[in-house]
């Protein structure tokens, strides 16, 4: 009986998780995707693997065929891939500085509002029954004809237009049509630094040590932004915790990211959650003992996930399109689609297992995960708001022990000025790692 149970849970864990194994090759596709077709129109022929999910995942019941429901789950998960990897390159390429971080917050409040949707579709009185649950598959094809419909009508990437088509008049429409101004020459001379630039490889970002505390900076972020036990404490308030709250704290986030920064909501939040996930332990073990421990239960699943919403929701992408110039984001976004994809793919795959076996211990593992992302976060991550790709740099320079070639770049807001416009002069010092071997 135990091994039929075994096998049952394997089974369920794998259905769950092999939708990040599509993931994981979608993010691996999109560096070559988006520099042949570029972002917009990535995201655009991305449908089409949503449509042919769509398909196959609701016809599969008529056809009898639960393979067809595993084929459509890999599928959706390389749509997902290409679309979490394509969507904040473009819109870390299209967006101002000062608005850099709240719009970064777009995909995470968007993500929310769909699952929300989901959820809703799939009650019982819906769609959520054994005849009509096919119905809801179906449904994933009007999010994709509302895109087919609006993206066309955007302009493409100004950096890409500029550095990978030459065309320059279309670049300086597509500055002046997202940044809402006229004189976009200063944008134009920043894109025209990087012309010289060829796309870097993953490889050859890797082997770049003036950007290797920033890779693993992503990583370590991007790990905790998936290990960190949202979705496991998401579960017993999945309709109201998973949907209104997430959008909610992640509006608020959106507005508190340009004000108090990266830096401390990222550190605040998972400092936050090991807290909860600790009083959380306690209470659930404890919770026959005292009528009020349950509540205590709801409070802290709910604190949980207000942290994650507030600190680490949306951030990790905003980070990884802000520590890298244009010619690399391609290659970072594919490093950190794949953890981002191999981490989730090690919670849907091996948690069921955890809880059987650790019981209400099985949060604890998540709290010593946000622990570790806070430490290395607070004595690694420096603050990141409103400030230039070199200015980032600078910041990392030190520990990455090299010197950037021509990057003095003053502490003194009067000299701040000058050194923004010489910026433009180092990129490509920066993109090809042609730093000082100077050891600090």
């Given amino acids: ?71 459509g789950r890999i599928v959706m998960g390389i749509d997902a891939g290409v679309s979490l990897s394509a969507l904040p390159i473009y819109l870390s390429e299209i967006s101002p500085k000062e608005i850099r971080g709240a719009l970064g917050q777009v995909t995470a409040i968007f993500i929310c509002i769909g699952v929300f949707t989901a959820q809703v579709l799939g009650l019982p009185e819906i769609f959520g029954n054994e005849s009509r649950w096919p119905y809801l598959f ?55 630094a990087q012309r010289n630039v060829k796309l870097v490889s993953v490889l050859q970002l890797l082997r770049n040590r003036s950007v290797r505390w920033q ?115 391609p290659a970072a976004f594919m490093i950190a689609g794949t953890v981002n994809w191999v981490s989730n793919f090690s919670v849907g795959l091996l948690f069921p297992f955890i809880q059987a076996g650790l019981l209400t211990f099985c949060f604890l593992v998540f709290a010593v995960v946000c622990l570790a992302g806070a430490t290395y976060l607070f004595f690694v991550l420096p603050e990141t708001k409103n400030k230039t790709i070199n200015e980032i740099s600078q910041a990392f320079a030190k520990r990455n022990k090299v010197t950037l070639e021509g990057q003095e770049m003053s502490q003194f807001p009067s000299e701040r000025k000058s050194s923004e416009e010489q910026e433009h002069n180092f990129s490509s010092t920066l993109e090809n790692g042609e730093t000082k071997n100077n050891i600090l």
């Fill in 1 to 71: 009986m135990k091994e039929d149970e075994g096998t049952l849970t394997l089974l369920w864990s794998i259905t769950v998780s092999i939708f990040s194994i599509g993931g994981l090759v979608g993010a691996i596709i999109t560096t070559p995707i988006v520099k042949f077709f570029g972002r917009k129109h990535t995201l655009l022929i991305n449908n089409v693997f949503a449509v042919m999910a769509a398909l196959l995942m609701a016809l599969c019941q008529l056809a009898g065929s639960f393979e067809m429901l595993l084929l």
């Fill in 138 to 192: 179906g449904v994933i094809v009007v999010p994709s004809l509302i895109q087919v419909g609006i993206l066309p009508f955007l302009p493409e990437s100004p950096h890409y237009l500029l550095l990978e088509k030459n065309d320059k008049s279309g670049a300086e429409k597509a500055f002046q049509t997202f940044f809402g101004k006229d004189d976009v020459s200063h944008e134009l001379e920043e894109s025209e």
């Fill in 215 to 329: 890779i693993i900076t992503v990583i370590i972020t991007m790990a905790c932004y998936q290990l960190c036990g949202l979705n496991a404490v998401s579960i017993p308030f999945q309709y109201v915790a998973s949907g209104n709250g997430k959008i909610l704290f992640l509006l608020i986030q959106g507005l508190a990211v340009e004000r108090l920064g990266r830096r401390p909501l990222l550190i605040g939040g998972f400092g936050l959650m090991v807290i909860f996930f600790a009083v959380l332990t306690v209470s659930l073990t404890f919770q026959n003992h005292a009528y009020w421990l349950p509540y205590l239960s709801i409070f802290c699943i709910l604190a949980i996930i207000a942290s994650f919403c507030i600190g680490p929701g949306g951030i990790p992408f905003v980070l990884t399109g802000e520590f890298f110039q244009p010619s690399q984001k």
